[in-house]
């Protein structure tokens, strides 16, 4: 008996499980999102009328959809490019035999622990105006901090939300990049050495094209992450400060408390399709963009 | 000569000074937040609108931490996280180890497509199917249960692929000197694969017990109200009072929930990057 | 039987059908009477030795010798009995509580040939063992190999690449090219008689100098002398100028250029041998001539 035939039941068997669940949890919950993403229904969500594939793109050219996505972006624009500077100066940083870098090596990576909720709630305090510390100690270089507050000041909520995020995901970033750095062959450093190029040379020569791959896989989680932000806009702001909603992401106008479609399913489900077809082309365009800079060993 | 290498020397020794206060700013920066609030909650008792002028590790209650425990039943609440948590982890292990042994040892109709298929899932956010699986876990009844936080997260497809990289970086010739011995697919797996990919399962058990701890979208969706079954991170935002007065409460609250995961970390870190190595480096 | 052949010729694959590792697109595979081609590798009462060993890296050595026995179920003390006679046999016994991490590879070698004996089989099938060993534990283990043979009185199958290891443990040779079966028989046969000019030139070191067609024969026919035929006389029918001289010690190579082709000529280490660029004649004994096929390369009588 050919071979492929003769695993088959074995391969249905340890398939099985997972392919359950991914089919139930994940790809059936997808399409009906898809399919539902056409109706409009009232609060109880059991009478819809069918609007066709044009609700989707009047729910991306509604201005709160807009709105919401160009506080997504803007998320984005403020994490992506700082958490990967600081990941990679970090791990950089620690990359060195030296006495006592394994305890630097914990602290950095330590931030992987908290949880959007944990990280969100710690902002919240650090910078409550009354009692927070940072409040305290800055506010003579920074007013807003008293006065309203970081998180009440339209203008200043979402770099606050950016702060928190930067600083819950530089564990994760510091790891990812750390193992990177691991793997790269000494040999390439101590070849680099001989041929007399100086420690800037070899960060730019050795390590940044052998770290490519980890850059972009980190970007490419980075990005998602940013515009899919949730709990963090939940914990620190409510969506708010009101009425700007400076900071209601997608996920926010999508999920949130104050949610203006909460009730209607058809119109969640076009969002959360949209949603997910815009972080698709992102991750898109990074690894076209990055495909021929990232160097894959051999 | 003797005088350029102790010039040498002391460039190293200077640049070595350099290296460690870089280190220590750091630290203190990352570390910062962590440390003003576990003080705010040492420092001052749960009603105190005083909050300390002095950074100072001096005058500590822990009031603060008991009445947070208390009030927000923490209790049952780390245990609701850890025995959700410890569940998912174990189902993750098994499931990957499953399927990646599919993928690596197995020769079947359809092998291509399926593992296409387990890509395409991998990208699908948990934003767009939070709506319907709520649903599902409606009709199931496992609304506020146990089953509704642990079955929908068993899968992962992430696990799958760190879990397949390291199968096929084992020789071949293992699986078929075993299959010469009568070894059959379950046995290898248990006997022979899975030990030999400890560290890189290692690391997957602590990510994605991170992951189910920390998490917060589903379990927000699938537990609406019933205390006993909520996990930490959902019990956390009802500490969070709107009155200024009782804010250090959640203080409390963030280092019981905080502490566990931190003290996994320092105990596995260094296992959580090699594990992460491994998957990654061809043999 | 030995599987000799260059890299890529098949010898490996035909090694993993007779195995069960994979399956013949066309044809039988009998083991004794038994046509095999359905039965499951763990049913054909056969063992391998694989040239990286495949020992399991996280077991014992005795845990790696019992593995075998305790997938057939076989009872605990019985199997631990039967590991160390199969490790006195290798001379392991010392070793049985390390992981084969900690040992040599002449050692781990050994280890998975004792997983071999310890199941008893009908055949042993060794592809390509002693390929990553050393120069000297391979001519050692090559002695124990034999002997070993000798000893279980079983079937060996062995591949290899390497004519020394052919020609000094097989009983019988069967050298394969791109697939094909050039020849079977036994060392001494195979290479006092060589079926074709692939395998005339396979084995022997340095390989057999095949002549230019018509040369010493008629124009349809190439002849071919083994370097130690070649005998330096004055009256020589071949002439040839030296390139090279080279010494090892029990023999000298004469490399030579000639109207017929190269020719390598094997000579004893005396003292008036030719220097480079002067020109000497070669005799060849009429029965030490082959003849084959200027175009398909057979052997003619």
């Given amino acids: 008996m050919k071979r492929r035939l003769r695993d088959a039941p074995a391969a249905v068997l340890m398939l099985g499980a997972s392919l359950t669940l991914l089919g139930v949890w994940t790809i059936y919950p997808l399409i009906r999102a898809i399919q539902t993403g056409h109706l409009s229904c009232d609060q109880t969500g059991r009478k819809c009328t069918e609007k066709g594939w044009g609700q989707y793109l009047d729910v991306f050219q509604s201005k709160q959809f807009q ?3 160009m506080v997504s972006v803007k998320l984005a624009v403020m994490t992506v490019p700082i958490g990967l500077l ?11 035999h030296l006495r006592g870098i394994g305890f630097f090596r914990t602290v950095f ?9 944990v990280a969100s709630l710690v902002w919240f305090v650090l910078l409550q105006p009354e009692i927070g510390v940072l409040s305290d100690l800055f506010s003579d270089w920074i007013p807003a901090l008293k006065n309203p507050g970081l998180l009440r000041d339209p203008d200043t909520a979402l770099p606050a939300v950016a702060l928190s995020s930067i600083w819950a995901s530089l564990g994760f970033t510091f790891i990812v990049i750390t193992a990177g750095l691991q793997s790269v062959p000494k040999e390439l450093y101590e070849s680099a050495y001989v041929d007399g190029a100086g420690s800037f040379r070899r960060f730019t020569n050795v390590t940044l094209p052998m770290l490519s791959p980890s850059i972009l896989f980190i970007s490419v989680v980075l990005t998602t992450r940013a515009l899919q932000t949730y709990g963090e806009v939940a914990l620190l702001t409510g969506g708010g400060p009101e009425p700007e909603k400076s900071t209601t992401t997608i996920p926010y106008l999508i999920y949130g408390r104050n949610s203006i479609i909460s009730g209607n399913i058809g119109l969640k489900s076009a969002a959360a399709v949209l949603l997910f077809l815009i972080s698709l082309v992102f991750a898109l365009v990074q690894f076209r963009g990055f495909e021929k800079r990232v160097h894959y060993g051999n | 000569m003797a005088t350029d290498i102790a010039a040498v020397n002391t460039t190293r020794g200077l640049r070595k000074v350099g290296r460690y206060s870089l280190l220590v700013f750091v630290a203190i920066v990352v570390l910062f937040p962590i440390y003003a609030v576990l003080l705010q909650a040492l420092k001052s008792g749960p009603d105190s609108l005083d909050h300390p002028r002095s950074l100072l590790p001096v005058d500590l209650t822990f009031s603060t931490i008991s009445e947070a425990w208390t009030q927000g039943d923490l209790g049952r609440l780390l245990m609701n996280s850890l025995f959700v948590s410890v569940m998912v982890t174990l189902g993750v292990i098994v499931t990957s180890l499953l399927a990646a042994y599919a993928f690596a040892f197995l020769e079947f109709p359809f092998k291509g497509p399926i593992f296409v298929f387990y890509i395409a899932t991998m990208l699908v956010p948990g934003e767009v199917t939070v709506v319907f699986n709520q649903r599902t876990a409606d009709s199931l009844g496992w609304i506020n249960s146990y ?12 696990g799958v692929f760190l879990v ?13 000197a075993a299959s010469l011995d009568g070894v059959g697919h379950l046995r290898f797996l248990w006997e022979v694969a899975a030990p030999l990919s400890r560290p890189t399962l290692g690391a997957l058990g602590l990510f994605t017990f991170l992951g189910t701890w920390n998490a917060y979208l589903w379990p927000s969706q699938v537990i609406r109200g019933d205390r006993a079954h909520e996990t930490i991170q959902i019990g956390l935002d009802r500490l969070k009072s709107n009155d200024i007065s009782r804010l250090n409460l959640v203080t409390g609250g963030l280092v019981v929930a905080a502490l566990p995961i931190f003290i996994l970390l320092v105990v596995f870190q260094r296992q959580l990057v090699r594990g992460l ?3 990654a480096v061809k043999g | 039987m030995i599987l000799l052949g260059p890299s890529g010729c098949g010898k490996s694959t035909l090694l993993r059908m007779v195995a069960g590792l994979e399956d013949p697109t066309s044809g039988d595979v009998f083991i004794g009477d038994r046509r095999v081609n359905d039965v499951e590798p763990k049913l054909r009462d056969i063992a391998m030795v694989f040239q990286s060993y495949a020992l399991y890296p996280h077991m014992t050595v005795a845990e790696n010798i019992e593995f075998p026995l305790k997938v057939r179920g076989v009872a605990k003390a019985e199997r631990a009995a039967a590991a160390l006679k199969a490790a006195d046999v290798l001379g392991l016994t010392d070793y049985m509580k390390r992981k084969p991490g900690q040992l040599s590879g002449g050692q781990r070698q050994r280890v998975a040939l004792a997983r071999a004996i310890v199941r008893d089989p009908a055949v042993f099938l060794m592809d390509e063992p002693l390929s990553n060993l050393d120069a000297k534990l391979r001519g050692d283990t090559r002695a124990e190999l034999v002997d070993l043979h000798r000893r279980l009185d079983s079937t060996f199958i062995y591949v290899t690449h390497d004519q020394v290891e052919a020609m000094t443990m097989g009983s019988r040779v069967a050298v394969l090219n791109a697939g094909q079966l050039e020849q079977v028989g036994t060392p001494q046969d195979v290479y006092d008689h060589p079926a074709s000019t692939f395998v005339a030139q396979f084995i022997g070191t340095p390989p057999m100098n095949l002549l230019q067609p018509g040369q010493l024969g008629s124009s349809d026919v190439r002849v071919g002398v083994r370097p130690e035929h070649l005998l330096i006389a004055a009256a020589g029918e071949l002439e040839g100028t030296v390139r090279q001289v080279e010494h090892l010690g029990h023999e000298v190579l004469l490399l030579t250029e000639s109207p017929a082709g190269r020719l390598t000529a094997r000579v004893a280490p005396h003292a008036d041998l030719p220097i480079v660029g002067e020109t ?5 004994a009429p029965h030490h001539l082959h003849r084959f096929d200027a175009v398909t390369g057979v052997r003619v009588p």
Avoid: N, Y
């Fill in chain 2, 147 to 158: 089953q509704g936080l642990i079955v929908p997260s068993l899968a992962s497809t992430f």
């Fill in chain 1, 109 to 117: 990576s330590s931030t992987v622990a908290t949880s959007v909720a």
């Fill in chain 2, 277 to 279: 190595t491994a998957g």
């Fill in chain 1, 86 to 96: 600081l990941g990679i100066g970090l791990a950089v940083l620690a990359d060195k």
């Fill in chain 3, 280 to 284: 000497v004649r070669f005799d060849v």
């Fill in chain 2, 164 to 176: 397949r990289q390291v199968f096929l970086q084992l020789p071949h010739e293992l699986r078929e």
């Fill in chain 1, 67 to 69: 709105d919401a996505l």
